[in-house]
């Protein structure tokens, strides 16, 4: 491309040259540095710049002279152009100079928050495919990890309310409760709820912080403050039950709107020495069993609500278990997969598609069956997506 202006100056040049007297090409000149600060750097745009001013030169002196009043309006002119737009390229060059090392930082921040899930864990293969909503953004609100325990393997895939980086907060918290708790409960229960229960103390904190912004507000204004301003959140229960995120009488959707937050979550366990599968859904789409060509979804009988709403329906939670025999696979995934549409509004149909696949296909790896379900999705929505999607395979070996 940088050659295109090189050959429209020497084009240019001569076409004027030869033309007639009356008729003046030079000042077509400048589509050259315009055309190089679209394709190169401002070093690229300076040069062919400086080229246009010295072809301009050259007409001239072929011509008229370069003492006319003519020839030096139009070199006036073109001096003046390119060096705006020799400083505007300057400009971009520094924007996407800065643009690069945020990305690099953003890049680096979201691969410690989302980490690569390994091939192999125990006697499980994994695969995972992450689909953020946000072009620039690796990751957003959906969420998975794995955690290995004495006895199996735990999973946790979750998706944050909202989308895009905006979720980024809950998802860090929920990973890293996660990461430090899944092996030191015994029971899916009770680790369900100490996630449930660092959600909703976060949302309490929020809440909280809110409440302080709008008291300075208010005191900077000097009004009375609204009575649920001048409560402040509930002190956490001395027997260790989870927080309340707040109840009518010290919210209000004015000032505090953290209520509305919460996590759809699915946590399972996968003991080495049992071919089953134990989960506690948390409000979210139920996995999808494949055996063979078959293709099963796992609807619990029970379904707990999602994390950081568990004061909406106290007690304990739901274990369903399910078999899940060496050469099955699970399918776990978001509900930005199955909520996704077409063209003609249509959603994305998971089960049909996965149906598909694996009747002709029923042996692939799990990263092959990822890789062809990312593809036809993408290619369902038209390559672009409206809310995160996240989708892991999980195959017993043995």
Not at 54 to 64: K, M, Q, Y
Not at 241 to 270: N, R
Not at 336 to 356: H, K, M, N, S, T
Request: hydrophobic share 45%; aromatic share 4%; glycine share 8%.
């Amino acid at each position: 491309m940088t050659a295109v202006p090189l050959a429209l100056i020497a084009l240019i040049t001569v076409v004027d040259v030869l033309s007639p007297p009356d008729i003046h090409l030079g000042p077509l000149l400048i589509v050259a540095p315009a055309l190089t600060a679209s394709v190169a750097g401002a070093r690229a745009t300076a040069a062919v710049a400086v080229l246009a001013i010295a072809a301009l030169t050259v007409i001239g002196i072929l011509r008229d002279g370069v003492t006319t009043a003519n020839h030096e309006t139009q070199l006036g002119a073109l001096l003046a152009v390119s060096a705006l737009i020799v400083g505007l390229r300057v400009l971009r060059d520094r924007h996407e100079r800065q643009l690069a090392q945020v990305r690099s930082v953003s890049e680096a921040a979201q691969r410690v928050l989302l980490r690569p899930l390994p091939d192999r864990i125990g006697p499980l293969r994994l695969a995972s495919v992450y689909l953020a909503a946000e072009a620039e953004a690796q990751v957003g609100g959906d969420l998975y990890a794995a955690s290995r325990t004495a006895s199996g393997t735990r999973l946790l895939v979750g998706d944050v309310r909202g989308k895009g980086l905006s979720s980024l907060g809950d998802a860090a918290l929920l990973l890293g409760a996660f990461r430090a708790a899944a092996h030191l409960h015994a029971d899916l229960p009770g680790l369900v709820g100490y996630l449930d229960g660092s959600i909703a103390w976060d949302l309490a904190q929020l809440a909280e912080q809110q409440r302080a912004q709008a008291r300075r507000a208010h005191a900077q204004t000097r009004l009375p403050l609204p009575t649920v301003l001048r409560q402040g959140p509930r002190p956490p229960p001395l027997d260790g039950t989870p927080p309340t995120a707040g109840t009518a009488d010290d919210t209000d959707a004015a000032a505090d709107d953290s209520g509305e937050s919460f996590i759809t979550a699915l946590v399972l366990d996968i003991p080495d020495d049992e071919a089953v599968v134990r989960l506690v859904d948390c409000g979210h789409p139920p996995p999808l069993l494949l055996h063979g060509d078959r293709v099963t979804a796992l609807e619990p009988a029970r379904t707990a609500p999602p994390l950081g709403l568990g004061e909406l329906a106290p007690g304990a939670y739901a274990v369903e278990e399910f078999p899940f025999r060496p050469g099955d696979r699970l399918l776990i995934y978001t509900d930005g997969v199955i909520e996704a549409r077409d063209a003609a509004r249509r959603f994305y149909p998971l089960p049909d598609r996965v149906a598909a696949r694996t009747a002709d296909h029923a042996a692939e790896p799990p990263d092959a069956l990822l890789h062809h379900l990312r593809r036809d999705l993408l290619g369902y929505v038209g390559g672009r997506l409206d809310d995160d999607a996240a989708m892991v395979v999980v195959e017993r070996l043995g």
